[in-house]
């Protein structure tokens, strides 16, 4: 159980009054340190040593970025590399271009923490690291630090990482506790302007086009055929036939026919897509969808709105969502504030 006697505060001075229970802690813990412990040697070894940025006069070095991003990939690796490559990518690709960045707040965030004096017990940190090695490593330590050797880092170095992203995520929990609950106004407001969120059984008529990224012919690219879709598009806004272009030049399963695909529940259609085109009106063309192998265009050919639960029925989730994002506004506003009145200089 966490309480605020786990920070120890001189008199006199304004008390850190955290009271965190465990499944909060959890939370914002655990995600910033999978945020903040990222990506590959390659990258790494492009860091040589030296000070990458100046904060307040503290400096964030190079060794310190590269360590930072090659302990993450170890976990990274573990959590989703088995189960979920393409998020793991998506991660390590996140957290390559955010690390600095990402430091030099978490910097921010332990000079105000030393301003008033907090102070971390070690339980802390052994709770932390318990949690690491439950969630990513499936309870094997030894799994762990063989993962931290991998990326040259001692599990003490792994430790000093965990305390100060501890306290960084704690001082955020702080500022994200003390918003006030949603009023009945901004509930109603957020079902409004949400419904889609909350329908079930939408469904809808769309047709594609997809030209590859790799078409196999001579002299094509992936930017050649980017701008071979982005004309396709122009011709359909100035009045072309969707079906006709779809047959000269898409290379999807549906081109034979135009493009056009039947009645689907929006469930069973990739959610970039199914988003894209219930957000078309009747008859409306998105812009080029970057896939993974493809350039897409969706026409919205028809659609069939589901049912949406009671406002009453969906009262308590709305209640968290507005609460979320009223904690990530005050996180985000003091963390602008932190770097507004802070001297950073970056290398």
């Known amino acids: 159980?966490?309480?605020?006697?786990?920070?120890?505060?001189?008199?006199?001075?304004?008390?850190?009054?955290?009271?965190?229970?465990?499944?909060?802690?959890?939370?914002?813990?655990?995600?910033?340190?999978?945020?903040?412990?990222?990506?590959?040697?390659?990258?790494?070894?492009?860091?040589?040593?030296?000070?990458?940025?100046?904060?307040?006069?503290?400096?964030?070095?190079?060794?310190?970025?590269?360590?930072?991003?090659?302990?993450?990939?170890?976990?990274?690796?573990?959590?989703?590399?088995?189960?979920?490559?393409?998020?793991?990518?998506?991660?390590?690709?996140?957290?390559?271009?955010?690390?600095?960045?990402?430091?030099?707040?978490?910097?921010?965030?332990?000079?105000?923490?030393?301003?008033?004096?907090?102070?971390?017990?070690?339980?802390?940190?052994?709770?932390?690291?318990?949690?690491?090695?439950?969630?990513?490593?499936?309870?094997?330590?030894d799994a762990l630090v063989t993962e931290l050797a991998k990326a040259g880092m001692s599990i003490k170095k792994f430790r000093d990482m965990q305390e100060k992203n501890i306290i960084a995520s704690v001082m955020k929990a702080k500022k994200a506790g003390d918003m006030p609950p949603a009023n009945p106004q901004e509930v109603e407001e957020y079902y409004q302007n949400n419904l889609d969120k909350w329908r079930v059984g939408d469904q809808i008529k769309i047709s594609t086009l997809s030209i590859p990224k790799f078409s196999g012919e001579t002299g094509a690219t992936p930017e050649s055929q980017k701008k071979l879709a982005q004309e396709i598009r122009s011709k359909l806004l100035k009045g072309g036939d969707f079906a006709t272009l779809a047959r000269s030049y898409s290379q999807d399963s549906r081109a034979e026919f135009g493009g056009s695909w039947d009645w689907m529940p929006r469930t069973e259609l990739d959610p970039t897509i199914a988003n894209t085109a219930m957000n078309l009106k009747t008859g409306g063309v998105s812009e080029v969808l970057d896939k993974e192998t493809s350039y897409i265009i969706v026409a919205c050919d028809a659609k069939k709105l589901g049912e949406a639960p009671s406002i009453e029925k969906v009262r308590g989730d709305i209640q968290k969502m507005i609460q979320q994002e009223k904690s990530k506004k005050a996180i985000d506003e003091w963390m602008a504030q932190l770097r507004k009145k802070a001297v950073i200089r970056k290398f």
């Open 1 to 141: 159980m966490v309480s605020a006697g786990n920070f120890a505060l001189p008199r006199g001075r304004i008390a850190l009054l955290v009271v965190v229970t465990s499944m909060l802690l959890s939370r914002f813990v655990l995600s910033t340190a999978c945020l903040l412990l990222f990506a590959d040697l390659a990258f790494g070894q492009t860091y040589s040593n030296g000070v990458a940025a100046l904060v307040q006069g503290k400096p964030i070095t190079r060794s310190e970025v590269r360590d930072t991003v090659k302990a993450q990939e170890q976990i990274i690796m573990a959590m989703h590399g088995g189960t979920d490559p393409e998020r793991m990518k998506r991660e390590i690709e996140q957290t390559r271009a955010t690390a600095l960045d990402a430091l030099i707040d978490r910097e921010l965030i332990l000079i105000e923490f030393t301003k008033i004096g907090g102070v971390i017990k070690p339980q802390y940190v052994d709770d932390q690291i318990n949690n690491i090695v439950r969630e990513a490593f499936k309870g094997d330590r």
